[in-house]
C-alpha cells in the first residue's frame, strides 16, 4: 500500500474512479485522444509500478492490436504533454519494454480509495469505521475509466476495484443500520445500485435503508422497480431474501436489519426470546460430498457426547464448494439444535472483512436483545453473547473467515453449541478446533454436478465432451457449475463447442465467467492479499511447465535463501494456492498448481512481469514463456 510522505506532495490529482480526469497546479489538462487516455488510465490502475509493453497494447489498443513502435509513439508525444502541463521530465518513465507513471500515490483517487478501506478495516468504533467507508466511497464518481473502451473495464484489476467498492458500500449500509443512521449511507448506496441495478444484495439494501429511513413507499416501489427488471431482462424472479423483505414492508415493519454476506438481505429484527433462523437456503443440486458429510456430522455428534463445545473448521481452495457443504450440513441437522441457527458471510476474502463487533451485533439482535440493550464494546458484546448463548443447543455458521482473530470473540463458552467455521486459509492457530481440508469432487461427482445442471440428455449425447470440460475446470466445483451454467444459458451450443473454448489454457478462466460468477475474480481476492514477494514467487511459478516443484526450484527463480523460499511457499500453502505433497524415502516435500489457480498465476505474470527470471531463461526444461 503507497503512503504520501510529506516530503513528497502531489503536484498533480489523477482521477479514475469515475471518467480519466487530470488536474494540475494551473487547472484541468484535457488529452486528446482516446488512445492517449487509455494508456494514461491503464498506467494509473497501478501508479508508480512497471507494467510491460505487452499488456499496454493488449488493453489499449484492444482486439486490434498494435506494434511496439506504435506504443513507442504514443509515449513520447503523451511524455512531451505532460512535461508540459505538469513541469516534470520523468512523469512517464521508460525502461526495458516497461512503463511507469511516476506519480505521487496520494494524488490518485484510487489509491486514497484502497487506503481507506483498510483504515475502515482496522478500525474498532463503529462510528470511525462509517466514516472511513463514507470518505472512500467518496472518491466515487462512477464505473472505473468510464470514458474509455469496454475490455478495459474487464481487466481483472478494473474488477477488482468495482468489487471493492460494491463491498464497501454493503459494509456501509449494514454499520450505518446498526449505528441507526442509515439517511447518512442511503445517498452512497442509492448512487451504487442505479449503476447495478441487478445486483440483488446491493438493492436489498437500498430498499433496507429507505425503510429504516422511514421512506416505505418508496422501499416499496423500488422492489416493483427490481422485481421488473429482474422478469424482463433475466427472466427471473427476485431472490426469497428479497421477497421475504417486500413481506415485511407490506406488513409495516420498518424496523429491518442488513446482515452480512451475498446471500442474506434485511430481515426483521426479533424481539424477546427469538429463536434464529438465520441459515441461507440449501442448494438445490447440492451433489456427493457424502463421505464428508458423515464425517463432519460425526464429529458433532461426538462433541455433543462428551458436552464439550465444539468447533469444526472447513478449509480448503476458492470454489471448492467450503460454503455449499456447511450450508447443506446446517440444514441436515437443524433438528439437533432446536434453539435455532445463526450464520454470517465474513467477508474473510474481500477488502472489508466483517468486525467481532459487527457481527456480534447481528447475533445478539437475532438471539431477542434490543438495541439500546446492546453494548458497544467488544469485550462486553462477547460477554453478553456467550451469555445468551448458555444453556441453549444453537449451531452457529461463520462463513469465509477472514483469521483467527475474527473468529474468536464469536465462540459460545459453554457446551451445548457446534460452531461450523469455512475458510480458504488454513486456520491452525483456532484453539481446540477440529481441521476439515475439502478437496475437489471424484470425476463421477463432478459429472453428476455437471449433468444434474446442464441435463443428464445432453451429457449422454456428448460423455467424452463433458469428461473433457470437468477435467479442465480441474473438477473445482465454482469452476463446473459456472461451466455447466453457460451451457444452460446456451441450449442451441453443443458441450463440445465449451470444450474447445477451454482447451486454450490462456483463454479458459476468461471463459469461466457467468452473470456475478467468475474463477478468475475469487482468485484475485485471494491473490491480494498476499504481500509482494508472495505474489512474484506465485506469478514466476506460474512460468514452470513442471507439474511439481521443490522449494529448491522456487528459490532459484527469486533469488533467495531456501529457508526464505520455505516461507513464502508455506504461505501460498497456507492460502491454499499451492498443494503441498511428500515423496521419497526422506519424505522430501514437492508442491504443485492446481491447474486453474496454476492458468491464474502465468496471466498475473503476462499482465505484470516484463522478463523471465534468469533461472527460467537458463532452465535446461521446457517453461511457459511470457511472450
Not at 257 to 262: I, M, N, P, Q, T
Not at 557 to 565: G, P, V
Request: glycine share 8%; charged share 30%.
Amino acid at each position: 500500500m503507497y503512503e504520501q510522505t510529506k516530503e513528497r506532495p502531489p503536484a498533480a490529482t489523477f482521477r479514475i474512479l469515475g471518467p480519466l480526469e487530470i488536474t494540475s497546479a494551473d487547472g484541468p489538462l484535457t488529452l486528446r485522444g482516446m488512445i492517449a487516455r487509455r494508456l494514461v488510465g491503464v498506467l494509473l490502475l497501478t501508479p508508480g509500478e512497471w507494467v510491460g509493453d505487452e499488456r499496454l497494447v493488449q488493453l489499449v489498443w484492444g482486439p486490434s492490436g498494435a506494434s511496439r513502435a506504435a506504443l513507442h509513439n504514443t509515449v513520447s508525444r503523451l511524455r512531451n504533454v505532460l512535461r508540459g502541463s505538469l513541469g516534470s521530465a520523468d512523469v512517464l518513465d521508460y525502461s526495458a519494454a516497461r512503463y511507469r507513471l511516476d506519480v505521487s500515490p496520494g494524488g490518485v483517487d484510487a489509491v486514497r480509495f484502497r487506503d481507506g478501506l483498510v483504515a475502515a478495516a482496522a478500525e474498532n468504533d463503529p462510528h470511525v469505521r462509517m466514516e472511513r467507508l463514507r470518505d472512500a466511497l467518496s472518491e466515487w464518481r462512477g464505473p472505473v475509466l468510464a470514458d474509455t473502451s469496454e475490455w478495459i473495464r474487464g481487466d481483472p484489476a478494473v474488477v477488482a476495484l468495482e468489487k471493492a467498492r460494491l463491498e464497501c458500500a454493503c459494509g456501509l449500509a449494514d454499520v450505518a443500520v446498526e449505528l441507526g443512521r442509515a439517511e447518512q449511507a442511503l445517498p452512497f448506496v442509492e448512487r451504487l445500485a442505479g449503476e447495478l441495478p441487478y445486483d440483488e444484495p446491493l438493492q436489498a439494501r437500498l430498499i433496507g435503508l429507505l425503510a429504516e429511513c422511514g421512506r416505505r413507499a418508496e422501499a416499496l416501489r423500488t422492489y416493483e422497480r427490481v422485481r421488473r427488471g429482474l422478469a424482463e431482462e433475466l427472466g427471473v424472479d427476485p431472490s426469497p431474501e428479497l421477497r421475504r423483505l417486500h413481506l415485511g414492508l407490506l406488513r409495516g415493519d420498518a424496523r429491518l436489519v442488513l446482515r452480512g454476506g451475498d446471500a442474506e438481505t434485511p430481515q426483521p429484527r426479533p424481539r424477546g426470546d427469538a429463536v434464529p433462523a438465520m441459515l441461507p437456503r440449501d442448494v438445490a443440486d447440492f451433489t456427493g460430498r457424502d463421505t464428508q458429510t458423515r464425517y463432519v456430522r460425526r464429529l458433532m455428534g461426538a462433541a455433543r457426547r462428551r458436552e464439550a463445545v465444539d468447533v469444526l473448521v472447513l478449509t480448503g481452495k476458492i470454489g471448492v464448494g467450503k460454503t455449499a457443504l456447511a450450508v447443506h450440513i446446517a440444514h441436515e441437522c437443524k433438528e439437533d439444535f432446536p434453539d435455532g441457527q445463526l450464520f454470517i458471510d465474513l467477508r474473510g476474502a474481500g477488502a472489508v472483512p466483517l468486525t467481532p463487533e459487527a457481527v456480534l451485533g447481528r447475533f445478539l439482535r437475532a438471539l431477542g436483545m434490543r438495541d439500546d440493550a446492546i453494548p458497544e464494546g467488544l469485550e462486553e458484546r462477547s460477554e453478553l453473547y456467550r451469555s445468551r448463548l448458555s444453556g441453549r443447543r444453537i449451531l452457529i455458521v461463520l462463513d469465509n473467515a477472514a483469521d483467527e482473530a475474527q473468529i474468536r470473540p464469536l465462540l459460545p463458552g459453554d457446551p451445548g453449541c457446534t460452531v461450523l467455521v469455512t475458510s480458504r486459509f488454513r486456520l491452525s492457530a483456532l484453539e481446540g478446533a477440529r481441521q476439515f481440508n475439502l478437496d475437489v469432487h471424484e470425476p463421477d461427482q463432478a459429472l453428476e454436478l455437471f449433468a444434474r445442471v446442464v441435463g443428464e440428455d445432453r451429457v449422454a449425447a456428448e460423455p467424452e465432451a463433458a469428461r473433457t470440460i470437468i477435467e479442465m475446470c480441474g473438477r473445482l466445483a465454482l469452476a463446473v457449475r459456472v461451466a455447466s451454467l453457460r451451457l444452460v444459458s446456451q441450449p442451441h451450443r453443443k458441450l463440445a463447442w465449451l470444450a474447445d473454448l477451454l482447451s486454450d489454457e490462456r483463454y479458459r478462466l476468461g471463459e469461466l465467467a457467468i452473470a456475478d460468477l467468475a474463477v478468475q475474480a475469487s482468485l484475485t481476492l485471494t491473490y491480494e492479499s498476499l504481500d509482494a514477494e508472495e505474489r512474484r514467487l506465485f506469478r514466476w511459478l506460474g512460468l514452470l511447465a513442471m507439474p511439481e516443484f521443490t522449494a529448491w526450484t522456487a528459490a532459484s527463480l527469486i533469488d533467495r535463501s531456501i529457508a526464505q523460499t520455505e516461507r513464502l511457499l508455506d504461505r501460498l500453502v497456507h492460502a491454499h494456492l499451492l498443494e503441498v505433497q511428500t515423496y521419497g524415502a526422506e519424505g522430501e516435500v514437492g508442491y504443485r498448481f492446481h491447474n486453474l489457480i496454476r492458468c491464474y498465476a502465468r496471466e498475473r505474470a503476462i499482465m505484470e512481469e516484463t522478463a523471465e527470471p534468469i533461472a527460467l531463461q537458463a532452465s535446461p526444461r521446457p517453461v511457459r514463456r511470457l511472450a
